[in-house]
Each structure stands twice: as structure tokens, then as C-alpha cells.
């Protein structure tokens, strides 16, 4: 299942925000689909924290492992950053 | 333009809690408030940063200024809320919260070898600094500063720490400030002065 980050908005900066789409991404997405893998894709997004990244995969990873998350579009040195900073 | 009357207003609303209309004009009341404030700063920051710095400095910002609220909850001093000082070349973060070292000494302990718990806070992941899970806002911050080699100061409770280029001297009634107050006060400079002394290294 790929994910569009960007339908969370442009600059994803706040913890709380990020805990609100990481209950919309368990209510509306991953309920909803048997896919174990699940791909987030960064096009479009133009500012990303480590705090809003951190809320949405705490929750991805309680039902996925983490060598199921994959991430594209990755070339925004905000995004590839909190990446950095979150999965490593 | 920010002029030296503005930065001592900013010192006696940061330590005294004394407020005027420009830190009222400056100073957001939610984290709305700040977040709307800090997409439409993002146009000003291209003028100074190039994109991709523009976006990594706009996160950084966004992480220092949302500690503003998430840590101070219940802990503010006088009006909940944070400064937010936005200048082409500089911008300022304050919050009267309860500053870092409160926040973080109910987690963890400094070992003898260490001195201050801001600095703990830029270098060390600390699992359960609640109510966050995870603390790497401040690493982030302090490896995207050092990458975009720009300046920066941060001061809480009697301890300070420089990150990259020292800050301009224009600057220095704030960075020569250690305040004892609660509260934790953060300065981004975005000039690039290679004659300026690195104080710190990634």
C-alpha cells in the first residue's frame, strides 16, 4: 500500500499533528488492507519534523515490521533528514 | 529590523515576564499561532538560505518552537506561549516554561564528566523526557545547523550552549546572556561568517 504524505499536508511539523495522522493512517488505511508492505511517499511535502515522523511510525510499528516500511521521494533535506533521524 | 531596544524588551519579558507591544506582536499563544507563523517565515528564509538549507532550518525552527508547548504544559510561568522573533538573518525562540534542565532532570542523571543538561539535550537521545517517546528533535536541529554552517545559541536556566558559527556580535545582548530564569531561549543565526569562530563540531 503506498501512502501519500503529502494528503497530510505540505509542512508536517508538530508531535500532536502528527499523532492525528497516525490515527487517521490506522483508521482509514491500515485496517482497511491485508498489504504488509507499506510505502510512504514524501512527493510534495516541503517540511517534515522528526517529531510528526516519530508519531506516525510509532504507530505503523505495532502491526508492521520495520523492514515492511519503505520510503520514496525522499529528496527534500527536511524529509531525508528526520528520516534519518527517526529510522536509524 | 530588530534594533538593541527590541533585544533587552525581549530579556525583561524573557526574565521578568515584563511584556510590551512587541513582544506582544511577536509572541504566539498556540501552537497554531506558531506553525502559521513559521510557513509564512519559510518565503524570508529563501532570501538567506538556499532550498535546501530553507527546508532543513524550517524544520529545525518548527522542532525548537514546538518544545515550546509540548514540555511546558502546566509549567508555564505568566502566559502560556511562545516568542517567535523573525528577522531575515536571525530569528529567536523563547518560551517562560520550565526550561530544559527541569524537563530533563526527572529522566536523567548528568554523569561526572558532564556539565549541563542543554547541552545533554543536543547530544544524547533520552528515551521518556515526557510526554515524548523519543527525543532526537534537538540532534536534529543541531546536525542541520552545523550541515547549513550557520549559528546558534540556545539558554535555559543558567546554561548555554553554542552550536556552528557564533552568532553576530550585533547579537551579542543576547548571547552574552545567561539568564537564571525559567524558560528556555533559542537564537538561529543564518549569516555565514567564515572569520567568526566554529565553537563546535558535528
Known amino acids: ?88 | 529590523m530588530v534594533e538593541i531596544k527590541q533585544l533587552q524588551e525581549i530579556k525583561d519579558w524573557f526574565e521578568f515576564g515584563i511584556t510590551c507591544p512587541f513582544i506582544e506582536a511577536n509572541f504566539c499563544t498556540n501552537r497554531a499561532d506558531f506553525n502559521a507563523r513559521l510557513i509564512s517565515y519559510e518565503a524570508m528564509l529563501g532570501k538567506s538560505l538556499p532550498d535546501d538549507c530553507k527546508y532543513l532550518v524550517a524544520a529545525s525552527i518548527g522542532e525548537v518552537g514546538n518544545n515550546c508547548f509540548d514540555h511546558n504544559l502546566g509549567f508555564w510561568n505568566g502566559s502560556p506561549g511562545c516568542l517567535f522573533v523573525r528577522e531575515s538573518d536571525f530569528c529567536i525562540l523563547a518560551d517562560r516554561g520550565r526550561g530544559i534542565k527541569e524537563s530533563l532532570k526527572g529522566v536523567y542523571k548528568l554523569s561526572a564528566s558532564e556539565h549541563s543538561y542543554t547541552e545533554i539535550a543536543f547530544e544524547k537521545v533520552i528515551t521518556g523526557r515526557a510526554p515524548e517517546k523519543r527525543g532526537n528533535g534537538l540532534k536534529f536541529t543541531k546536525r542541520s545547523i552545523i550541515k547549513c554552517e550557520l549559528g546558534f545559541y540556545c539558554v535555559s536556566a543558567g546554561e548555554n550552549i553554542f552550536i556552528g558559527n557564533k552568532p553576530n556580535s550585533n547579537l551579542s545582548a543576547l548571547t552574552n546572556y545567561k539568564s537564571i530564569g525559567p524558560g528556555t531561549l533559542s537564537l538561529f543565526s543564518f549569516t555565514k561568517n567564515p572569520s567568526l569562530v566554529k565553537t563546535d563540531k558535528p
Not at chain 1, 510534495?44 to 521521494?73: A, C, I, M, Y
Open chain 1, 1 to 88: 500500500m503506498k501512502i501519500e504524505v503529502k494528503k497530510f499536508g505540505t509542512h508536517l511539523i508538530s508531535r500532536p499533528e502528527g499523532r492525528d495522522a497516525a490515527l487517521v493512517l490506522r483508521n482509514q488505511f491500515l485496517n482497511k488492507t491485508s498489504d504488509s508492505e507499506l510505502i510512504f511517499d514524501f512527493e510534495g511535502v516541503l517540511v517534515l519534523t522528526p517529531s510528526w515522523l516519530d508519531e506516525v511510525l510509532q504507530e505503523v510499528l505495532k502491526t508492521h515490521q520495520q523492514s515492511q516500511v519503505r520510503f520514496e521521494n525522499t529528496l527534500n533535506s527536511s524529509v531525508a533528514a528526520s528520516i534519518e533521524t527517526v529510522v536509524s
